[in-house]
């Protein structure tokens, strides 16, 4: 496959903006810094930040056994998914293929960059139906966004069934592992090298506990990490930003540690939900949510509001019909939400 070909002549064409701190990248210890009209008085932030966010690229780098190379950072994996939606469709002319009931921000950006959506549906045990997606797919279908393990129904999808499309789907293909480390399936980081057409994307806005940061991760061949690099703005991850992951990262074990608990958890949860008579089905998971379904989405969800507990309510997603999708809380949180549920009136 020809990467080049998927690229939009636009983005080919471009001439990246080149800022200070990319034209000049030495030594740093004693240099005199007079090219970046900042302010020179020293109180942590005065300075832009580091463009390529070396530091951390090194940090994530050894975490996920992949070279710095093959790593772009985003202001969320949000702002990874649009730079993706910027190199390659074209607005008024190509199209997406979406895998529904799945995460929201994939629809947003198809149509705020002016992008068609093909959409097909999961089946009913939300895997994906491999012969119709390529069936579905035409020549203006530029990405297919898989989300494994899925949001909001929580499970993965099989290894054969990515693999099929990855293999076949004639564009870029994005696997979005933002739940992956509450996973035993393993990442697809390390296949990068069998398909040049596959992005990778994770964020550590859940396992790693900082959504507040907006830190997004994609990995992919360097050739299409250039384009991407090429595209984003020149200093789309901040100083504070860099600054806590590098220093939360640097905590040893506190992300595995915390998954673990937070598995724990999802199992004692799990079985206390069992004995709620309303909820008809729980659904599996590989992620820190848990879909259930009950006898009345909407209602069950005012009268948890009432309580003073926030949980989505899914029951309009296709195939996700009186669904509820519960985040695994604390202990102390998810005993306050297992007593609500056993104390909700019938309907
Ligand atoms: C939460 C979530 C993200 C995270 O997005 P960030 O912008 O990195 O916080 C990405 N994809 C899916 C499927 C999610 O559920």
């Known amino acids: 496959m020809n990467i080049q070909n998927l690229i939009r002549p636009t983005i080919k064409a471009l001439k990246p903006y080149s800022s200070a701190r990319d034209e000049f990248q030495g030594v740093t210890d004693n240099m005199v810094f007079l090219d970046a009209n900042e302010n020179p008085f020293e109180n942590g932030v005065n300075r832009y930040p580091d463009?390529?966010?070396?530091?951390?690229?090194?940090?994530?780098?050894?975490?996920?056994?992949?070279?710095?190379?093959?790593?772009?950072?985003?202001?969320?994996?949000?702002?990874?998914?649009?730079?993706?939606?910027?190199?390659?469709?074209?607005?008024?002319?190509?199209?997406?293929?979406?895998?529904?009931?799945?995460?929201?921000m994939y629809e947003v950006l198809a149509n705020l960059n002016a992008i068609g959506?093909?959409?097909?549906?999961?089946?009913?045990?939300?895997?994906?139906?491999?012969?119709?997606?390529l069936n579905t797919a035409d020549a203006n279908s530029k990405v297919l966004f898989i989300c494994s393990p899925n949001n909001p129904s929580g499970n993965s999808f099989t290894t054969e069934a990515i693999?099929?499309?990855?293999?076949?789907?004639?564009?870029?293909?994005v696997i979005d592992e933002a739940y992956i480390d509450f996973s035993n399936a393993e990442s697809w980081?390390?296949?990068?090298?069998?398909?040049?057409?596959?992005?990778?994307?994770?964020?550590?806005?859940?396992?790693?506990?900082?959504?507040?940061?907006?830190?997004?991760?994609?990995?992919?061949?360097?050739?299409?990490?250039?384009?991407?690099?090429?595209?984003?703005?020149?200093?789309?991850?901040?100083?504070?930003?860099?600054?806590k992951a590098i220093e939360l990262l640097n905590i040893k074990d506190l992300a595995t540690n915390q998954i673990a608990d937070i598995l724990k958890e999802r199992s004692a949860l799990i079985s206390e939900l069992k004995s709620i008579s309303y909820i008809s089905k729980i659904y599996p998971t590989d992620a820190n949510f848990v879909l259930v379904k009950v006898d009345d989405a909407n209602k069950r969800?005012?009268?948890?509001?009432?309580?003073?507990?926030?949980?989505?309510?899914?029951?309009?997603?296709?195939?996700?019909?009186?669904?509820l999708r519960l985040t695994v809380g604390t202990p102390k949180e998810n005993k306050i939400l297992i007593n609500i549920l056993q104390g909700l009136k019938t309907l």
């Open 301 to 323: 969800y005012n009268q948890l509001i009432e309580k003073g507990i926030v949980i989505r309510n899914r029951t309009t997603q296709p195939g996700c019909e009186n669904t």
């Open 51 to 104: 463009p390529q966010q070396g530091k951390l690229k090194a940090m994530l780098s050894e975490i996920k056994g992949i070279s710095a190379k093959n790593i772009l950072l985003g202001n969320g994996s949000d702002e990874v998914l649009d730079l993706i939606f910027r190199a390659f469709c074209e607005p008024n002319q190509d199209n997406i293929v979406i895998l529904p009931p799945t995460y929201g």
């Open 163 to 173: 693999k099929t499309l990855v293999s076949n789907f004639k564009g870029i293909v």
């Open 189 to 243: 980081v390390s296949k990068l090298d069998q398909y040049p057409n596959l992005i990778v994307s994770q964020t550590l806005s859940k396992a790693y506990a900082m959504a507040g940061i907006r830190l997004g991760i994609c990995y992919a061949s360097t050739e299409i990490i250039t384009v991407l690099n090429t595209i984003k703005p020149p200093y789309n991850i901040n100083e504070l930003t860099q600054n």
């Open 117 to 133: 959506i093909k959409k097909v549906n999961l089946d009913a045990d939300f895997q994906p139906k491999v012969e119709e997606i």
